[in-house]
């Protein structure tokens, strides 16, 4: 069984830069715009906002 972590957008097993990266490039994104990657809508509300980053920030370092 394999554990995702939350917030590893990139899948390498360790929450960091480079997926802050991923998430700033869709920061402010909603369901509909081009772009929009709901494996980043970490609260589910539709929108990649400061909520979501929030929930990354928890989550940065962490590592499976």
């Not at 494996?39 to 990649?48: P, S, V």
């Not at 929930?55 to 940065?60: A, E, K, M, T, Y």
Request: charged residues 25%.
């Amino acid at each position: 069984m394999t554990v995702r972590l939350i917030a590893d957008f990139n899948d390498d097993g360790v929450v960091d830069t480079s997926d802050h990266l991923l998430f700033v490039a869709v920061f402010g994104l909603s369901e509909g715009d081009d772009g929009f990657n709901a494996d980043m809508d970490l609260d589910g509300d539709g929108t990649i906002g400061i909520p979501d980053f929030l929930i990354f920030v928890d989550n940065f370092g962490s590592s499976a």
